[in-house]
């Protein structure tokens, strides 16, 4: 991990990401300059051959060094779609178009499933996309929108779920891969949030958006229980990594404002060690992905919620500057996601608990 954290030394955190206006592209084309868009990706295309422990690590390393949680999970998106979509749905015509500039940096690519008014529920999602028959049915012609595309507004490619069966009246999806200057396919701005800047978002509208049938990624009709969800598993187990990096930059820009007393040295004590077993649980929630890592996740998050309460207490013990504010926020933002969902899973693991008690 030392080019990487060395590169965030150097190129992230002296820069103030938090009041970026727009999304820094130098700083996207000097991760690529450096090989750091080949983490987590296949050696047969450039890639360094590792895998999701690598990505987790190395975003924890590029957010506790740099201090962007936003530039970040920005980083790891693509990563994880690159690994995820491509690497594990992808044809070989679909790798070898696709792969080799995704390990440069020369492409960036973004998944799209969440809509207005819907989130990312299957029985709610209306994007559509169908094949039209006679000379143009070797296509699908897409319609409908999306939200909060993460790095939509610098994407290449997008990976795109869509409905495109019923079946007794039940959606069915596949993922189609659409180029970024595809007619009919109109990137809609958002407004900033109002922390985790600057990773950048956008909506996404498709009007009679037509791609060839060559674009569908992996089998149709199948993407909502073979992708989405398990994307989802992805994105939760990855994400505790910058997270844990987030809170490990909070608690050093405090340390290096503090005063040495014994109950300043007391408490960061205490942090440290709690520092140390939230790695730890990262670690954990990564490597026992694809098992059942629902409790450590929901014990991940929980520990990660106390550690930013203490943070929160320390801070009026020392003279702290304004980055850790910023970076709180950016916390306080990532806990809060889908938070709902997550609550949903904890009850059931807790019902199992006390059913097998």
Not at 227 to 239: I, N, P, Q, T, Y
Not at 271 to 278: E, N, P, Q, S
Not at 320 to 337: H, K, Q, R, W
């Amino acid at each position: 991990m030392s080019s990487i954290s060395e590169f965030a030394r150097q190129h992230v955190a002296p820069r103030n990401l938090a009041a970026a206006q727009e999304f820094p592209r130098d700083l996207w084309q000097a991760i690529g300059a450096a090989g750091l868009f080949r983490i987590g990706l296949p050696a047969a295309y450039g890639g360094d051959d590792g895998g999701y422990v690598e990505i987790a690590a190395a975003e924890r390393v590029l957010v506790a060094e740099g201090g962007s949680l936003g530039f970040g999970m920005s980083w790891t998106g693509h990563q994880m779609t690159a690994r995820f979509f491509i690497d594990r749905f992808a044809n070989a015509q679909q790798k070898r178009m696709l792969m080799p500039g995704l390990v440069s940096g020369a492409l960036t690519i973004a998944v799209a499933i969440s809509e207005p008014e819907a989130g990312a529920h299957p029985k709610l999602l209306k994007t559509t996309a169908r094949r039209p028959g006679g000379d143009d049915g070797d296509s699908y012609v897409i319609d409908g929108e999306k939200l909060y595309v993460t790095n939509g507004p610098i994407a290449d490619w997008f990976v795109v779920l869509a409905i495109t069966a019923l079946e007794q009246g039940r959606k069915r999806y596949s993922a189609l891969l659409v180029p970024r200057d595809t007619p009919g396919l109109a990137i809609v701005p958002m407004p900033a949030m109002k922390a985790l800047k600057p990773s950048p978002h956008c909506g996404l509208k498709f009007t009679a958006c037509r791609v060839p049938a060559a674009n569908l990624l992996g089998d149709a009709d199948t993407a909502y229980e073979k992708m989405a969800l398990l994307f989802r598993d992805v994105e939760d187990a990855v994400g505790t990594a910058g997270l844990a990096g987030a809170l490990r930059y909070a608690a050093d820009l405090l340390a290096k404002a503090a005063t040495p007393n014994d109950e300043a040295n007391a408490a960061f004590g205490e942090l440290a060690g709690l520092l140390d077993v939230l790695d730890h649980a990262a670690d954990a929630c990564v490597a026992e992905m694809g098992n059942d890592n629902a409790a450590l996740l929901v014990g991940f998050r929980s520990l990660a919620a106390q550690i930013a309460g203490k943070l929160k207490g320390l801070r009026y013990t020392v003279t702290a500057n304004a980055m850790f504010d910023v970076v709180m926020a950016d916390i306080d933002l990532s806990l809060g996601i889908a938070r709902q969902p997550r609550l949903i899973k904890q009850r059931r693991l807790g019902s199992a608990f006390i059913a097998a008690r």
